[in-house]
């Protein structure tokens, strides 16, 4: 029971530096979310994708990317790492009917990335 | 004004103590409520869903106010094991993926 699974667990950049934070699911979940989680804060919606090829910005999307070419793979791209993203990244999974409803809204949580850039 | 404040805390309470936590919510057209606990350094996990009419789940209880925008988890009987940042979570309707908010968390730490 993989579950959401993110790789790496720990990563430090240097400013400038590009790297992917991956992401994948084995719950046919259809709905996927990239968030940060910065000391003493909620956690912020980066991106969202409610299907393979559907993607769309959350609240702080700027300095990142993402893409949905599978139901199971969700990476976010860093292009150009800088401080101010230095945070804990946290993917999630959910699902959601025909209709769009979501089951119980319940996310599922991959364990999470942490990434200091310098 | 942010759509999802909790009291950070931390609460620091003994075994065996009753503690609640409280959380408002800033849209009064918010229809679905979670309690989420996240350990130190790991991923949130659901708690419990909150229902209009409240619900209990062994010794947590979780209650919505409408009227007043507000929901609260209380949990009996402390244990060392409740120890963790709860997050209070609410949406705003049933069908967006982006509209799912959550709290700032409030820290719990069971003292022996």
């Known amino acids: 029971n993989a579950g959401v699974t993110q790789t790496p667990k720990f990563r430090i950049l240097k400013i400038g530096q590009s790297m992917t934070l991956q992401c994948t699911q084995d719950m046919n979940h259809n709905y996927m979310y990239w968030y940060r989680q910065d000391p003493g804060m909620g956690l912020k919606l980066i991106y969202y994708?409610?299907?393979?090829?559907?993607?769309d910005k959350g609240e702080v999307p700027n300095g990142y990317n993402v893409s949905r070419s599978t139901t199971e793979d969700f990476p976010l791209r860093l292009e150009l790492a800088a401080p101010s993203q230095t945070s804990v990244y946290f993917c999630?999974?959910?699902?959601?009917?025909?209709?769009?409803?979501?089951?119980?809204?319940?996310?599922?949580f991959g364990a999470g990335t942490r990434l200091s850039v310098l | 004004r942010k759509e999802v404040e909790q009291d950070p805390g931390p609460f620091n309470v003994p075994e065996g103590a009753t503690v609640a936590f409280n959380c408002t919510y800033s849209?009064?057209?918010?229809?679905?409520f979670f309690w989420y606990r996240q350990d130190c350094r790991k991923e949130p996990k659901l708690l419990m869903s909150v229902y209009s009419s409240g619900n209990e789940d062994g010794r947590f209880t979780a209650q919505l106010n409408r009227a007043s925008q507000y929901i609260s988890l209380l949990i009996r009987d402390s244990k060392l094991s409740d120890s963790a940042t709860y997050l209070c979570v609410v949406t705003a309707d049933q069908t967006g993926a982006n509209n799912l908010f959550f709290g700032t968390g409030t820290r719990l730490t069971v003292i022996p």
């Open positions: 849209n009064s057209a918010s229809q679905s």
């Open positions: 994708s409610v299907g393979a090829g559907i993607t």
């Open positions: 999630a999974s959910s699902y959601s009917d025909a209709r769009g409803l979501l089951a119980k809204n319940i996310q599922y």
